[in-house]
């Protein structure tokens, strides 16, 4: 009984469309990781969509740029599998990357089943024009945090998420 007469900012909102109405008791969800997780991961994608909407970049494709910018003629199914992205997910991606000339796919000189990944010249001068709006965005994205508070929170995703 005490969990669904809890009260928080997060607890109680105004219904939508009806600003006379009684604040919406949000009961147990209020208490809900995956619940929280979700609205922060919309919060996110909504900020970012606004952030890159002239660039024509995703989420994924730029996981994809500055993993490949930081480990250059690393393999496409490494990229894959830190990133959580499936193979014909993936393959779609780079096809993507490479139509706009910012990746290059070449035979890896260790697996010739396998491609080396590295960020084409015109591929570095994009991630570096991204890079400006992706800090604007994190920014924007932590500003309630303290340095220290997202540091932790960071550390806590990532032992929910894995690696």
Known sequence: MAVAQKTSDVGKAKARG????????????NDLLGYHLRRAQVLMFQDFAEAMVETGISPGQIG????????PGVNQT????ALG?????????LDRLEERKVIARTPSPR????????????GQEFLATLLPRLDKHEARIAAR?????RATLIGLLRRISGP
């Open 145 to 149: 945090l303290s340095a220290s508070e």
């Open 64 to 71: 994809v740029l500055l993993l490949v910018a930081a480990n």
């Open 85 to 93: 992205i499936d193979r014909s997910t993936l393959v779609s991606m």
């Open 111 to 122: 697996d010739r089943r396998s491609h080396a990944l590295l960020l084409t010249p015109k």
């Open 18 to 29: 009806a600003a006379d109405e009684a604040p919406l008791d949000f009961g147990r969800i």
């Open 78 to 81: 490494t990229v894959g599998n």
